[in-house]
């Protein structure tokens, strides 16, 4: 007689991970490492910036560059006019990095994409995603890389991300 296959479901109440649970209980990604305390602190702030400082409903999406905790040093804005392809791209993000002091590479650097829209995957997003890790892999800079809107933040790469109803300032 052939064994009962095991079920291995979590009971009511028990841990999900499911795809519509992705990030949204703790900050916890995919690849199971939990993100600090501090960088979802960081993160909330990224979005709580954007929200206030963009009053339009629409608006070209912008790449930011910079360190956590601190002003960005450059940013990059793609309008219907800019034809940015994927080496201009990456030569705009190096030298933006060029800029920060690339040789100081104890400062953990971030890029950000503010976008209108819904947090999910979007082309431009993919797009300037590739252009991350290209230079990633090129300057050996280990740049984290999020898509922020008005309503939370989410990292392509992971699924990873979070969501505001109505996000405050505490």
């Not at 305390?37 to 910079?66: C, I, M």
């Amino acid at each position: 007689m052939p064994a009962e296959p095991v079920d291995r479901r979590r009971p009511c109440g028990g841990s999900r991970q499911g795809p519509a649970d992705l990030g949204h209980r703790g900050g916890v990604p995919p690849t199971g490492k939990p993100l600090s305390g501090a960088d979802l602190a960081l993160l909330r702030r990224l979005v709580l910036e954007h929200k206030s400082a963009e009053r339009r409903l629409r608006f070209p999406p912008v790449l930011h560059l910079g360190a956590p905790g601190r002003p960005e040093v450059g940013r990059v804005v793609e309008d219907s006019s800019s034809d940015l392809d994927h080496a201009l791209r990456c030569d705009l993000l190096e030298a933006m990095l060029k800029r920060t002091g690339i040789l100081a590479r104890d400062r953990p650097l971030m890029t950000w994409l503010t976008r209108p829209g819904p947090l999910d995957v979007q082309d431009v997003d993919l797009t300037w995603l590739r252009a991350v890790t290209t230079v990633t892999g090129e300057t050996e800079r280990d740049l984290a890389y999020v898509v922020v809107t008005r309503d939370g933040w989410r990292d392509p790469r992971t699924g990873a991300g979070r969501t505001w109803l109505r996000l405050r300032q505490r």
